[in-house]
């Protein structure tokens, strides 16, 4: 044993990574899969010194779980060209074992650092989170979202928690420096062939945020959209974390701001929908620029956007969203429309009419079926309106007009609409 292990609580974050790696050589070669990853963690904490302090063995856990995600992840870290080649089944299982635990580590309360050691381990291990983030290939950015979570439960909520923010921001921009020098002079065989350009931006970004510099935030997030390869993913998670905080003013604010960025391609809308509406119960005089918004995601956020024009009775305004984008009301379950039936019926009207048109047109049977269930629901809206008489002049004239179609009048008798 060597001379380090009688003062354990003294021992570096190094050298407690150096004796884990050592330690997991002895399953270098098991196939990286859940089975892996769980004997990899008791190895790993079968080392972790028995003194420590609780801040010290929350560290050293994280630490392990590094290690270990690193162990999963570099044998696949072979590239052709910049691409990395995808994981296999249970290769991709173990990482996301890991991911999980590391991400519940991080959302674990940290004790007060009290001693100058957990101050000097709380530094060492960020260095080594940094390196791995910045490290990992196009297509994970797995530990962007720890980084995000470190500095979100573990770095802001410290009492000097501004003064290290403020260092870290220091350190992102003598990366950047560094790696612009490294690209005008390149290395051969430079180990920052596949630096993550995209986690150190919004790295920046989330520093800033953190230090409600969101300006300054908001221009890295926009240089990372910039990029080919951006997904909106993987962007901290402003919006949340401002709700929580109840920063009303802010969220608003990020919310208009991130507009813009979410529409380039496909990303999950229901969260940011969530925001819009927490915002605005507390801040209702925001609702037009809500409303501003989420037209600026259509067609993206078509969906979203009926959802919530739906929720906030602005029936006319939902109708004319449906006749404009050529909706058809079949493809809405009755539930769905009982919003409008309820508040506005009237204005479903044109909405039916237009689809059973629309549906004729195609002059073949499938297209007279899809024309009768329409006109069995408008049936019933009239109904629904007290418009029995105005109903019944309309069918009489659509068989009327149509009566040389005999699959057309085949399909209204089936469906008791005309005798």
Known sequence: MNSNASQPAELSVA???????????????????????????????????AALSAASRQFYQLLAELTIYSKVMLPMHKT??????????????????????????????????????ERKQWTELLAVLRGDMLAEVRDTYTLLNSYYLFWRYWGCLLPDGTQRLEREQRILDEIVAEAAERDKQPLPGSSHARFAHHSLLLAQSYIHFSLAQD??????????????????????????????????????????????????????????????????????????????????????????????????????????????????????KVTELKPVETGAPQLLLPFYHQAVERHMSHKNRDGYKAAVKLLKRLAKLYARLKQDERWQQYIEQFAARNSRLRALQEELRKGKLIP
């Open 15 to 49: 050298v407690w990574q150096q004796q884990i790696r050592e330690a997991l050589i002895t399953i270098e070669t098991s196939i990286r899969n859940v089975a892996y990853t769980e004997q990899a963690l008791e190895i790993a904490l079968q080392l972790q010194p």
């Open 80 to 117: 052709t060209g910049t691409s990395p080649l995808s994981l296999g089944y249970h290769t991709r299982l173990a990482a996301g074992e890991v991911q999980g635990r590391i991400d519940q580590l991080l959302s674990k309360p940290l004790p007060t650092l009290t001693m100058d050691i």
């Open 215 to 332: 300006e300054q935030s908001l221009h890295y997030i926009q240089e990372a959209a910039a990029r080919h390869d951006f997904y909106p993913e993987r962007l901290p998670d402003v919006t949340s974390e401002l709700a929580a905080n109840e920063q009303w003013t802010r969220l608003v604010w990020w919310l208009a701001a991130l507009a813009p960025i979410l529409r380039r391609q496909y990303s999950e809308l229901q969260s940011y929908a969530d925001h819009w509406d927490a915002a605005v119960r507390q801040l209702p005089e925001e609702e037009p620029q809500m409303w501003s918004a989420l037209e600026s995601l259509l067609p993206l956020g078509g969906r979203m956007y009926e959802e919530k024009l739906l929720a906030y009775g602005k029936y006319e305004r939902w109708m004319d969203y449906q006749l404009s984008s050529g909706r058809d009301p079949a493809n809405y």
